[in-house]
């Protein structure tokens, strides 16, 4: 019988193998090889130019993340979909309609990408950022009741 280890997860840069989240995240499109990989591959980069300093990060056991002053999404790989979860996405202008899933949520709403999906890339790059202004005003709002609350 295996003895169950407990290990500390950080998240953040404490990764399997002391890879750093963008390794792991490279590692996960080249091992998915088929559309899943392309899609995984073309989402971060409209990330990246969406909001050129985003963080990323590898949680849960495997699930790229993409930060600015919170999450703004994570990038999920199923068999038939590649899932975009947005932390925050109840809250979020979305006119173009991008969200297609976890709809009935109060807080998070998905995209997702089916193969062949075209991707509206600049309706994307709007949300991404969107999503990162709406974690900054919500961090510095917060910053502000606690220096209220000191003074």
């Known amino acids: ?9 950080s998240g953040a840069n404490e990764a399997k193998g002391g890879s750093s989240p963008a390794q792991h995240i490279d590692a996960r499109i080249k091992e998915l090889s088929d559309w899943r990989g392309e899609t995984l591959a073309r989402v971060r980069s409209i990330i990246k130019q969406a909001v050129p300093d985003v963080v990323e990060e590898w949680k849960w056991r495997g699930v790229p993340v993409w930060e600015h002053e919170g999450i703004i999404c994570t ?30 949520g109060n807080v998070r ?43």
């Not at 979860?85 to 009935?104: I, M, R």
């Not at 969107?130 to 974690?135: G, I, K, P, R, V």
């Open 1 to 9: 019988m295996k003895k169950a280890t407990s290990m500390k997860k």
């Open 75 to 104: 990038g999920e790989t199923y068999k038939a979909v590649v899932k975009m979860t947005f932390a925050k996405g109840a809250a979020l202008d979305d006119p173009s309609g991008l969200f297609n899933s976890s709809l009935e």
């Open 109 to 151: 709403r998905a995209i997702d990408i089916h193969e062949g999906d075209k991707i509206n890339e600049k309706a994307l790059k709007a949300l991404i950022r969107e999503a990162a202004a709406l974690n900054a005003s919500a961090r510095a709002a917060t910053r502000a009741r606690k220096k209220s609350n000191s003074a």
